[in-house]
């Protein structure tokens, strides 16, 4: 029986994670697969760091060397980024192996690109782990409702973000002291700026897109707002109605009154009530709906980061492409035949909530409500509190076009009682 030979590329958080498995569960990792897989290189960016588990002799410092060797049937990439990640898959493929990546960030910037060559050379790409972490989530919408027809994704799906908006609403934490949490957790990126400035969502947005909907979809056409300007104003704000902040992630298909489809993706931070089950999705967990015409609505929950939850995505990719290696076969690749325009960001419509500082006297209330009503924007709710001549208003709007919102509150802006707009977040599950 042939062992098969995998090269780990990265021995960071899920790297290290990866090899442990690999060597703790080698015979019930080759009882499933049909043959032993042996680990046969791993690339590391400094060689001298203490890797216990991992046998000196194969660590090397130099990856392309490593994927060029020859003798590598699958390349496990979990170093990030997109270089040098993107040339050692593309070698890989050309040395005719297979690759499990967990590089959502290539995968949303290049994808397409990637699966082509793959195809080309006859070999797998697996990324199951590329998105909410240990939740199988590629594979499902990929297999398992490829007979059905996605209608909209929509989730939580950074672990690092939620943790934060998680810790800031149940402990009161502040912002920074919880990022340090989750770093030191192993949740965020090597660059957390990515996980606050909502890219790692974007990117998995931009994935999930791509699949649900037959489509290329890039992390360019994905709108993005991190949780940067999350105030604990706007924490409390959601409380008083009796809701919760989360970034969420939401790509949806529409269909116009000539039957044409399109399709928008995007990643905000949005009020979500309390009743909602992604309101209870706590620390770096994620959780993401999908709604299709056959299947109804299905919900998949559980760990979306850190070293283990992700190995365990990455696991399964290893066995399944091992298992089509010795068939002499290939898993499915890019499904990208329906073409779908993604529609800008303009159009999509949700409800607001929007919290002004105006001047405390009669007749404000009256002209900021005009000035919505002039737009189309229809009230839902509105709070005011008084302080000292100044006094806060927080207006919940019904359902418009982000376009009508933007130009509501830009004319807004433009009154003299109105002295800042303090905040304007999405108000989403209702
Ligand atoms: N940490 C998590 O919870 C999750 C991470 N991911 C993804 O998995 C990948 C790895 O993430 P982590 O392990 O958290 O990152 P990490 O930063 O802990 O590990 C990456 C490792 O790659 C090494 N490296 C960098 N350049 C290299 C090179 N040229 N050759 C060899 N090694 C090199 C670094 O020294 C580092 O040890 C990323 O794509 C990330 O987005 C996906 C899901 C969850
Ligand atoms: N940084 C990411 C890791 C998993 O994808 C996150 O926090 O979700
Ligand atoms: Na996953």
Redesign the pocket.
Known sequence: MRTLKVAL????????EVARIMTTDAADLAARIGAPVELAGV????ANRPRPGIPDHLIT?D?AELVKRGDIDVVI?????IE??RS?ILSAFDNGASVV??????LAADGAALHGAAAKAGVDLYYE??VA?AIPLIRPLRESLAGDKVNRVLGIVN?TTNFILDKMDSTGAGYSEALEEATAL?????DPT?DVEGF?AAAKAAILAGIAFHSRVTAENVFREGITEVTAADIASAKAMNSVVKLLAICERSTAADGTESVTARVHPAMIPLTHPLANVRG?YNAVFVEADAAGQLMFYGP????A??AS?VLGDLVAVCRNKLGGATGPGESAYAQLTVNPMDDVVTRYHVSLDVADKAGVLAQVATVFAEHGVSIDTVRQQGREGDASLVVVTHRATDAALSATVSELRTLDNVRGVASIMRVEGE
Do not use: Q
């Open positions: 590329l990265g021995c960071g958080v899920v790297g290290t690339a590391v960016r400094r410092t990856a990439e979990v170093i990030g980024g040098p990640a050692l990546s967990a590089n959502k960030a290539l782990a590329a972490g672990g192993g949740y965020a990126e090597a990515a790692d770096a979306g980061a850190g070293g939850p992700t995505a």
